[in-house]
């Protein structure tokens, strides 16, 4: 009887046996037995793979035994319970009356076969073993074990291995493992001489004895038909086309397409630091399910090497950078510090500037820690390093700050180090620039403070209505009964004029609400009166002017040097008429606000004076027109002609400095010329003779030289004399465009309009990278080392640049709204 797998056990007078199938020799089928071996066989020479291998072994060794389990005698028994069968006594007479104890499996063998004394019982025993073992492994099986189980199952049949050959008693022939074999073949002489023949070309090669296939490797890599097939192959290969789309024309390219990682991961250092993504996000489970079904080739990205590949994209973008600067001309510097969740200082530095196309550029050159105590000194070093790391320390034309002490002291100390240096443009006029947005704010901030306590109730009632939402629903509802229109209240930020200016502004649309509020909410003690009403009208009316003003200076994507000097016009011009106003308040506030305008703009505005003349639009007319009214009819006259004379000293610096760089030029060509005719005749082993210039560049010398002589006009007087450029007052010139075009008639003049419209009169480029700061540095990933801050913000700033991404919001100067004043919404269920 043949039994598959089990154990056995010893019985009181029987031996039972516990099997998992249990076939006797007398109810197989010959012929179906055969056949299964027959089958077993055909299938173990197409096996491929560990698995099939291994498979196809076990199905032929099982085939064997049930073709052996034909002819072997059957020891009796007897039916047993479920899953047992039974020895007769008579068997137990034949094996004596102690039978030894044997376990794990039943031969199919004689009775003799199925003693565990029996060597064919411990050898079948360990075969079954091996057999469920070899099963449960097969996938992690190497080549040479799955050879070792295929011999193992050949041992004593037939020759199932397809290269044939090897008798019993011979030594088998090592199967070849090579790749190359694939494309080469074994081929024998006429005399007897093993050879190696390429399919490709059909050269022979000589076989090593000892197995070795180095030179046929060789062979294939450089073979020209082999080279040729495979091109062959791959145009007959389906492509993936890739679809490029193109910039503003529309054009889109297709090519075809191959997955690049390395160009993934570069990518991916983009998005990191473009939308201030954390690390962390390469590895959300979600997000790489959604690359692998963008693209089956991705490979996971993970937080460290992202992290690694930020700081060499922000390695590259500065070394970028750095080449840009060295072209640039006069770089602007604008800079700040803040204050961080981390409790750290860190002070961030700008750089304006007008490139090649003559674009307004501005680029966060660094974010840096600047230990305490922050004292001037300390600011002046810390920026000293920063121009001279980024080589800009003869380029850096002026610097904008607030008004902070310590920073008059810092740029007290750079000016003195850039006079030594003689780098200082007009005697340093327009080296030191205050940020005009910081001006008004200090300017409004005194004017509110005459107006009492009114802002104080608007304040505290609106705080009052934000602390419960019941008190919003009611408050809601009385809006609806009075079919306002305003949908929220703004709670501003006291240091903040503009989000005070919203503040009661807001407060003006409910202004009905507020008593009737107080007639069902007792402890609602905040109602203004009519007359504290009209007196916040009145200066929301006043406060209006000055709010557009500081929206407009508060651009960084444009020049304001030229558009600032019309509008402090107009500032003066209000406070001058709102002097007489009949409201004490209103008197009062102007009164305060101007003494603060006398103190910062009393003097001469040299950088807003020349931006303001250096546009087409208003040239020398706005100083005639706008001195008087800011100055008084006094001293107009002295400001004016002082303005005037700085424009030539400023303009005749450029002239010295275009005539040194174009005779440098022309020795520069000269040399050259030299150099080139002493190689030429160097070459026809010739003595060296003088250089002889060509007719047509004696004729650019010539020309060069009369260009270089002092014309009847300059530059400058040609452009004052002429009309100033008409336009709609409402339309917005593009000044440097302007500019670009009259580049060629204005030479140096143009190069001078460029530097001066490049310097930003507010800081508001420094602030909103703390924004940006605020939102990078949360309360998460307030562990970054600074080196890491300064990475990802300078790189934010580069990367965005890169790809053209202009800011989220244009956050203005202490402007930016989001976070000077709180939105106070009414709930929805009760607006219109």
Not at 86 to 114: D, H, K, M, W
């Amino acid at each position: 009887m043949a039994l598959m797998g089990g154990f056995a056990k010893i019985g009181s007078n029987e031996i039972i046996v516990l099997v998992n199938d249990a076939e006797k020799g007398s109810d197989i089928d010959p012929q179906e037995a055969q056949q299964t071996l027959e089958i077993a066989e055909a299938n173990l020479k197409k096996a491929e793979g560990k698995r099939q291998k291994i498979e196809a072994n076990l199905a032929l060794r099982r085939a064997r035994t049930r073709v052996e389990a034909i002819n072997a005698p059957q020891p009796p028994y007897r039916a047993a319970p479920y899953g047992a069968i039974s020895v007769e006594p008579a068997a137990r007479a034949l094996y004596g009356s102690t039978i030894p104890r044997f376990t794990a499996f039943c031969s199919p063998f004689n009775s003799f076969q199925g003693s565990s004394s029996s060597p064919t019982m411990e050898q079948n025993n360990e075969d079954v073993e091996q057999l469920n073992y070899n099963e449960e492994r097969a996938d992690e099986m190497s080549e040479e074990e799955i050879e070792i189980i295929e011999d193992d199952g050949n041992e004593g049949g037939q020759q199932v291995d397809g290269d044939g050959g090897a008798g019993p008693f011979e030594k088998k022939q090592r199967k070849k493992k090579s790749s190359i074999w694939d494309e080469m073949t074994e081929v024998v002489l006429d005399n007897g001489t093993v050879k190696v023949k390429c399919n490709h070309c059909k050269e022979l090669f000589s076989k090593s004895t000892t197995g070795a296939t180095s030179q046929h490797k060789r062979h294939l890599t450089s073979c020209l038909q082999r080279k040729m097939a495979i091109g062959e192959q791959s145009k007959q290969k389906q492509q993936v086309l890739s679809f490029t789309e193109g910039g503003s024309d529309g054009i889109t390219s297709i090519t075809n397409f191959s997955y690049d990682h390395a160009k993934v991961r570069e990518l991916a250092s983009h998005m990191i630091l473009a939308h201030e993504y954390p690390f962390s996000m390469m590895e959300h489970v979600v997000f790489n399910k959604f690359m692998k079904a963008v693209s089956p080739f991705y490979k996971k990205i993970n937080r460290q090497t992202v992290k690694e590949d930020c700081m060499s994209t922000y390695t590259i973008e500065k070394r970028k950078l750095k080449s840009l600067l060295k072209g640039a001309g006069r770089i602007s510097i604008t800079t700040d510090l803040w204050k961080s969740g981390q409790k750290i200082q860190y002070m961030v530095v700008t750089g304006h500037f007008i490139d090649s196309d003559w674009v307004l550029q501005k680029r966060v050159l660094n974010f840096c820690n600047v230990p305490p105590p922050h004292t001037g000194v300390i600011i002046a070093d810390a920026l000293s390093k920063c121009f001279i790391d980024w080589g800009i320390e003869n380029k850096a034309s002026s610097i904008t700050v607030d008004n902070a002490s310590y920073n008059d002291v810092c740029i007290r100390r750079l000016r003195e180090d850039f006079s030594l240096r003689k780098r200082l443009s007009i005697g340093g006029k327009i080296f030191h620039v205050r940020c005009c947005a910081h001006i008004l704010n200090l300017l409004v901030q005194d004017g509110l403070g005459q107006l009492g306590g009114v802002i104080d109730v608007v304040r505290e009632g609106i705080k009052y209505l934000n602390n419960s939402e019941s008190r919003l629903l009611e408050f809601a509802k009385i809006k609806k009964q009075l079919q306002l229109p305003s949908r929220k209240l703004i709670l501003d930020c006291p240091t903040r004029w503009n989000s005070t200016y919203l503040m009661l502004a807001s407060g003006l649309d409910f202004k009905d609400v507020f008593p009737r509020y107080a007639d069902i909410d007792p402890g609602f003690h905040y109602v203004p009166t009519d007359f504290e009403w009209m007196k916040v009208e009145e200066v929301c009316k006043f406060l209006g002017i000055f709010h557009e003003i500081t929206d407009m200076i508060s651009g960084s994507e444009y020049p304001t040097a030229n558009i600032f000097l019309v509008e402090l016009y107009r500032i003066k011009e209000l406070l001058n008429e709102k002097a007489l106003d009949p409201f004490e308040h209103i008197r009062a506030m102007a009164g305060s606000m101007s003494a603060k305008f006398d103190k910062y703009w009393g003097e001469s505005n040299v950088l807003l004076s020349l931006g303001a003349i250096l546009d087409p639009r208003y040239k020398m007319f706005l100083i005639n027109h706008a001195f008087p009214v800011i100055y008084g009819e006094d001293a107009a006259p002295r400001f004016m002609a002082e303005i005037r004379d700085i424009l030539y000293e400023l303009y005749n610096e450029y002239v010295d400095c275009h005539v040194v760089s174009h005779s440098k030029q022309q020795r520069q060509v000269v040399k050259r010329r030299q150099n080139e005719g002493s190689t030429s005749s160097s070459k026809k082993q010739k003595m060296t003779a003088p250089a002889v210039l060509t007719g047509k560049e004696k004729f650019h010398m010539h020309v060069s030289e009369i260009d270089r002589a002092p014309p009847e006009k300059s530059d400058l007087d040609v452009y004052l004399e002429e009309s100033r450029y008409a336009c709609d007052a409402r339309a917005n010139l593009d000044v440097l465009g302007w500019w670009k075009g009259e580049r060629l008639r204005f030479p140096i003049l143009s190069r001078m309009a460029a530097d001066i419209l490049s310097v930003p009169v507010t800081t508001v480029a420094s602030e909103s990278t703390f924004s940006a700061g605020g939102r990078v540095i949360d309360d998460r990933r307030a562990s970054m080392s600074v080196e890491t801050v300064q990475m990802l913000l300078c790189g934010n700033d580069w990367i965005r640049s890169l790809h053209g991404l202009k800011n989220k919001s244009r956050e203005s100067l202490d402007v930016a709204e989001s976070i000077t004043f709180e939105e106070v919404e009414l709930p929805e269920s009760f607006n219109d």
